[in-house]
Nanobody, 124 residues
Framework: QVELVESGGGLVQAGGSLRLSCAASGRRFSINVMGWYRQPPGNQRELVATITSVGSTSYGESVKGRFAISRDNAKNTVYLQMNSLKLEDTAVYYC??????????????????WGQGTQVTVSS
């Protein structure tokens, strides 16, 4: 199995910046896509950004031009640089990964994995 641990969330003033990190760990795995989703208070979870193993990125419309996703494959870590933060960016941010992993017998599985979430609060 794969474990995802987020860090970097917290309080930030509107217009400021914040950088989130998510580190993946496990015995035997290979990550295809990593990304970030968020869930504002009282709303459904929505896509923020994704990045493939070769660096192709995709962003939600509300964050284009303000957020940047990056990835360190050697460290199995994905980052989300958030700039020009707005009040509506307040949400719990979740790290996500689509990964291949292997059983003790060598059988390969492909699964979705989620982190525990980290709170980002933007204030005026």
């Amino acid at each position: 199995q794969v474990e995802l641990v987020e860090s970097g969330g917290g309080l930030v003033q509107a217009g400021g910046s914040l950088r989130l990190s998510c580190a993946a760990s496990g015995r035997r795995f290979s990550i295809n896509v990593m990304g970030w989703y968020r869930q504002p208070p009282g709303n459904q979870r929505e896509l923020v950004a994704t990045i493939t193993s070769v660096g192709s990125t995709s962003y939600g419309e509300s964050v284009k031009g303000r957020f940047a996703i990056s990835r360190d494959n050697a460290k199995n870590t994905v980052y989300l640089q958030m700039n020009s933060l707005k009040l509506e960016d307040t949400a719990v941010y979740y790290c996500h990964a689509v990964a291949d992993w292997y059983s003790d017998s060598g059988y390969r599985f492909t699964s979705n994995f989620w982190g525990q979430g980290t709170q980002v609060t933007v204030s005026s």
